[in-house]
């Protein structure tokens, strides 16, 4: 079983990768801890809370950890996840609390008590993760690899023109993690825009019938607003976190993923936060480059959504 620690801003489709991880039966999830993001890191830990539950998993850790990043500043997405960052469904609270463990201690706790065989998964900003390489410089020999959903390399960003927002959140703590020289697989928009869920995903999802899948079913009526008015014109919606949590369990096998040296811009011009990956090989078979160590996915075969929905479903994998 491969054991990931999952940090997020729990957020739609943090709760989507989250119950697609819980019904793995290979990953093993050892704890979630949250960041500020698609809502404040309190509400995001509730919010995981409210997932585990629906889960049956309330025996899974949640730990909270930054409230802003490193500048004070924390830009929050009411827009696209709804005030409560569940779609506005205003579920009741959990009947659990989170850990009193800040999120990067407890990062750094478990990696140190299984060397090599923990992954991270961030699918959120990288404020946690950049902070528990500060405590533990060694935390790049401890862990087995890291999975970012993060960053816009040949797509445009979605936070700004050049930015995707959990890198452009905190532009300095995503330089950190790339520049660890772990070895990183980073999820881009390149990727996920392209994992697209449908109203007929949706449906399907009402149908089957589990308190979780109502639930997932009815998260995504705020998602579909959003994309709908904002991006698609029509109401269907990206995959982000779920796609990247299925690449860090290993379900997914990415059709173009070169291993090349990536960076954050850390500027306060238009490109702050952009993230650029030199994917200047790309006419020569992407020939290796020394030292790289980011995995980029720039695509993936785009069939991931409906094994998404199997997977919530509970149905049986293709
Ligand atoms: C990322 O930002 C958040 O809104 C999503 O949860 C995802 O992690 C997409 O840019
Ligand atoms: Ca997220």
Redo the contacts with the bound molecule.
Sequence with gaps: KRTLIVDC?T?I??ALALLYLLGDPDVELSAVTTVF??TDADTAALNTLRVLELAGRSDIPVAVGARSNWCGEAHL?PY??GSDGLGNTNLPAPTTTPSPEPAAELIVRLARENPGSTHLLA??PLTNLATALLLEPELPQLVAHVTV?GGAVRHPG?ATPAA???IHNDPEAARMVLRAGWPVTLVP?DATMCEVLTEQHQRRLAECGSPATAFTSSILDQYFDFYERDIFGERRAAC??PLAAAIAAGDVEPVLAPVVATDVDTGDGPGRGATIADVRGQYQNFPAQEGANVRVVLETDRTFSDLLVDRLCGAPER
């Design positions: 801003d957020g489709d943090d993001g698609n997405a696209v996840h699918i959120g959903m979605n995707e927002a959990n928009l982000h976190d």
